[in-house]
């Protein structure tokens, strides 16, 4: 017999929906997160769970940067960082 959890697909993020501008320059665990199709454009959407002062909240960017330092850093989820602006791009520092 199969384990539900040896198939089932990765439960959704939770936490109160913030804008990603809130978190600039403010430190942050980033306990999830989630790469899918954007329902915005022909581009991807991290959905990022994080929690700042206690609190669990989920945050959505299509930042290129924030979804490669992602994909390069997957496994090393939860961790802390801040992220930052450089012009016009975010990033995980």
């Known amino acids: 017999m199969h384990k539900f959890s040896d ?25 999830g997160a989630k790469i899918t199709k954007s329902k915005v454009n022909n581009g991807e959407c991290l959905q990022l ?6 609190k669990n909240y989920v945050c959505f960017t299509g930042s290129t940067v924030l979804i490669q330092q992602i994909k390069d ?3 090393e989820i ?16």
Request: aromatic content about 10%.
């Open 7 to 31: 198939f089932a697909k990765p439960a959704m993020l939770d936490g109160q929906k913030i804008k990603i501008s809130e978190l600039f320059n403010e430190p942050i665990a980033v306990m």
């Open 49 to 54: 769970q994080i929690q700042m002062e206690g």
């Open 78 to 93: 939860p961790f802390e960082a801040t992220i930052t602006t450089v012009g016009s791009a975010y990033q995980f520092t």
């Open 73 to 75: 850093n997957m496994n």
